[in-house]
């Protein structure tokens, strides 16, 4: 049994420790030692990183930590001697995150447990957000009052309770699990909080979380999945969201409190000029047809094709559709240029459409296809070739 040593003071950054065993596996080495601060994967939560200092002066990373049967594994780049005192230092910059994510989480759970009933299925401490999955329905206000109660809690600077309570001491306590225990329970309790079995390690007090900020939420298999980020995370968060509120104050010459109605106008403006160009692109594309079909009437059999950089989806298909009625040819539309490419719309309401299509892509590196009377998809040619095969099709 290894001694763990994150149950007795979970602030531990540095220890001394033997080596019992070290072991090649899988490509890296598995060492076993007399004692850890290194916290194993667990309860959602992912292994501590840091550093081995050995005997004569290598560091060697801790890539993760596995327990198994009370035994704490240390996966290790390089191997250790067996019987060697070694210097063990956590990424502890990376587990006091990790302790205020899961402090605050359970702060978080133990509300919507006690206000809604709910009770807290799934949980993951990412590297970047911590996700919460609970078993029923939150609306936006009841997650705006989780979180300010959760902060209230913050600022109450709440010692947590860390407790082994034997078997007749269990029955009398009120606590939230998501699995059945076996053994020892570990119970965590935020006095007036929460009360819920964990194994893994917390800050002191609640007022190391710092802020508890809520960041999203999505309906998830009949409940709800609730991202949250606490503390140095929430802090990064607000900067990034800080720096973008700017960018844009600053690009859309509008205040800051004023952005979300200034990006507001913004989208309605550029749908504004979207209609305006469709209605011209629609415009050009008739001046186009009456052009063909002006050619049609002296020649039709001769097939119509229009060659422009843009277009849009909507334009190209009426094209297709007018100027098949004009030919017993075909009718295409190609959007691109030469040293790009094209994208295509091809129809013919007396030709073989699909076999034209599968000769035109096998020709010029092309993929697309579709039902007849059109087909449309993308290749690459020069557009004076592209005509002249068409028209031998």
Do not use: W
């Amino acid at each position: 049994m290894t001694e763990k040593l994150f149950y007795k003071d979970s602030y531990t950054k540095e220890f001394q420790a033997r080596v019992l065993s070290c072991t090649e596996y899988k490509g890296s080495y598995q060492a076993v030692l007399t004692r850890t601060a290194f916290f194993p994967e667990g309860g959602g939560q992912s292994a501590d990183t840091g550093f081995f200092y050995t005997e004569d002066g290598r560091e060697i990373p801790v890539t993760d930590v596995q327990e198994k049967d009370g035994i704490v594994f240390h996966y290790i780049t390089s191997p250790v001697k067996e019987g060697e005192e070694i210097k063990g230092k956590l990424d502890f910059e990376e587990r006091f995150s990790k302790m205020q994510q899961h402090t605050g989480e359970h702060i978080v759970s133990g509300l919507v447990n006690r206000h809604f009933g709910y009770h807290n299925v799934g949980f993951h401490l990412g590297a970047e957000e911590v996700t919460m999955d609970y078993d029923g329905v939150l609306t936006q206000e009841d997650l705006e009052q989780i979180e300010m109660e959760a902060n209230q809690a913050v600022a109450e600077n709440i010692p947590v309770v860390v407790l082994y309570p034997s078997e007749e001491e269990l029955k009398n306590i009120t606590y939230r699990s998501k699995i059945e225990i076996e053994g020892q329970v570990r119970i965590v309790q935020i006095p007036g909080y929460d009360s819920c079995a964990c194994c893994a390690p917390h800050v002191k007090e609640t007022g190391s979380i710092g802020l508890i900020k809520i960041v999203g939420a999505i309906h998830y298999k009949g409940g709800m999945r609730v991202s949250m980020l606490c503390g140095f995370r929430a802090l990064s968060d607000y900067r990034m969201k800080e720096r973008n509120v700017v960018k844009i104050s600053n690009l859309l010459s509008a205040k800051q409190e004023d952005t979300a109605q200034a990006v507001e106008r913004l989208g309605q403006e550029v749908n504004r000029q979207k209609e305006k160009i469709k209605n011209l692109q629609q415009r050009y594309v008739d001046l186009c047809l009456e052009e063909a079909g002006n050619q049609a009437k002296t020649d039709p059999g001769k097939s119509i094709f229009l060659f422009v950089e843009e277009l849009d989806a909507g334009a190209r298909r009426n094209f297709v559709n007018a100027a098949m009625d004009m030919t017993e040819g075909f009718a295409g539309v190609f959007v691109g240029n030469d040293e790009e490419g094209y994208q295509y719309v091809l129809g013919s309401r007396s030709r073989d459409i699909q076999d034209a299509g599968k000769k035109l892509n096998a020709r010029f590196q092309g993929k697309g296809g579709g039902r007849p009377p059109m087909i449309q998809g993308s290749l690459h040619g020069e557009e004076q070739a592209l005509k002249e095969f068409i028209l031998y099709l």
